[in-house]
């Protein structure tokens, strides 16, 4: 009997497939991250800036060289010169302001003179006035001015000693001892001379427009003097000005204004000044400030600190990147259209189809800016050689007259939209405009920060 054979049948066993939810959720965000930092890469980012209120730092100080109508007088006759005019004090002509002494007798008599001098009140303020701007001007570079301050004392104190002995000197005047000297005409006499007697607003530059370089000779009391030597010089109009230079940026505003309120650092006292511009460096341009007041007070000086009073416009402060000029259609405001339920606005446009039967359809456009007569509207809207009519009306006008406008891209919806601007004033980096205009900015609007990254329409990534 044969054997049977018993056949056995082996099946593999397969493993049960158990997910590990933890690895599949990190591989999900493995390619999430992972596309993430290629759309980073590929894609074209936008610097946004966040607009704010406030105002350009500009300062509203400066020193300026005073000009005005001046000449010097030169001494008759070799001798010492005694001066009897008070400095800065309006002499008419034929007023006593100096004489001099080629026999000694003048200063026989005041070695003889042993009266108390007694200083006015004005003579006071006046010395008052002299050592405080002293104080506020002091440079320890320029330590030269001591010594000039230091002549100028004692000048204004002898000036005022002979001032005041004015009526011992009759009897001399008689003997014709010494020589008296009257003013030949009108006006503020000053003593001392600086070389820019002659100068006019055209000649200013940088080299003579700053104290820095000032270099003033002191017609001293008692001194010796030739015959064709300066002894004194003369003011002799109330019209002068005032040369500064100015930052380019301020210019156009000054141009514009025309005059602008002046206070001057030396006294605190406020004047207006015409403003006239002359010649221009790199960084700064020339103005000239007039004015028919005040002479006197500085006429002493050659060089005034002042402080321009600008009421200046607070307004939306934006960095210069971001302002970018974009053409626009102009178009007359009699032809705007209302489409649908009347909200939407744009124009009709006169079309044709292929058999050359006209009709219109309405063209939704959007408007930028407008004036008294036109609108400004976006050219995508339209084409060029595109007609369009007039509400109840045939009258039609052809789509070809364009306009710039100066703006912005602003990006709150998510995307460039081109805001209007109007700029008040600029410097290098910022740019003043005003705020909340109808087709312009509000505060905390965003915008592009770099105009050249975009165009319009273009979504933001950020």
């Not at 050592?131 to 002091?138: D, G, I, L, R, S």
């Not at 001892?177 to 003593?191: D, E, I, L, M, N």
């Not at 990006?411 to 705020?435: H, M, P, Q, R």
């Amino acid at each position: 009997m044969a054997s049977r054979k018993k056949t056995i049948n082996i099946n593999k066993y397969r493993r049960p497939l158990n997910i590990n939810i933890g690895i599949v959720i990190f591989a999900v965000m493995f390619v999430y991250i992972l596309i993430c930092v290629v759309l980073f890469f590929t894609k074209s980012h936008v610097n946004r800036y966040e607009v704010r209120s406030g105002s350009l730092s500009i300062s509203n100080v400066y020193e300026g060289v005073v000009i005005r109508e001046e000449y010097i007088v030169s001494a008759n006759s070799s001798g010492y010169v005694n001066y009897f005019a008070r400095e800065g004090a309006h002499l008419a002509q034929g007023d006593l302001v100096y004489t001099i002494d080629q026999s000694g007798r003048m200063a026989e008599i005041f070695s003889n003179n042993d009266s108390e001098l007694l200083l006015s009140g004005n003579d006071l303020s006046e010395l008052r006035s002299d050592f405080v701007q002293f104080a506020h001007n002091y440079n320890d570079r320029r330590f030269g001015q001591v010594y000039d301050f230091s002549y100028d004392v004692e000048g204004t104190v002898l000036k005022l000693t002979n001032y005041n002995m004015l009526g011992n000197l009759q009897s001399i005047e008689n003997s014709g001892a010494v020589q008296f000297c009257y003013a030949p005409r009108s006006g503020v006499v000053v003593y001392h001379v600086d070389g820019l007697e002659n100068l006019t607003p055209e000649l200013v530059n940088m080299d003579n427009v700053s104290s820095q370089n000032e270099e003033k000779e002191q017609f001293v009391n008692n001194s010796l003097v030739g015959s064709t030597d300066p002894v004194y010089k003369m003011i002799t109009s109330e019209q002068w000005s005032l040369v500064v230079p100015v930052e380019n940026e301020r210019i156009a505003r000054l141009e514009k204004e025309g005059y602008v309120e002046i206070k001057f650092l030396k006294n605190q006292y406020t004047s207006w000044a015409k403003v006239n511009v002359l010649g221009r460096d790199e960084d700064h341009t020339f103005v000239e400030l007039q004015f028919n007041n005040s002479m006197i007070t500085f006429a002493k000086d050659r060089y005034l600190e002042i402080e321009m009073i600008l009421d200046d416009d607070i307004g939306l402060k934006i960095p210069n990147s971001a302002i970018v000029e974009k053409e626009f259609y102009i178009i007359p405001k009699e032809y705007l259209s209302h489409g649908g339920n009347g909200s939407e606005t744009g124009f009709m446009r006169i079309v044709y189809d292929e058999q050359g039967q006209r009709s219109e359809e309405f063209i939704a456009a959007s408007i930028y800016s407008e004036n008294d007569t036109d609108y400004y509207v976006d050219t995508s809207s339209l084409r060029p050689g595109d007609y369009i009519i007039m509400e109840d009306s045939q009258e039609q006008y052809p789509i070809s007259k364009v306009g710039t406008l100066v703006g912005v891209y602003n990006i709150n919806k998510g995307f460039a939209d081109f805001k209007e601007i109007t700029v008040l004033y600029s410097n290098e980096e910022y740019s003043i405009v005003k705020s909340n205009t109808r087709y312009g900015l509000t505060e905390y609007d965003y915008i592009v920060l770099d105009a050249e990254s975009i165009n319009e329409d273009d979504f933001i990534y950020e």
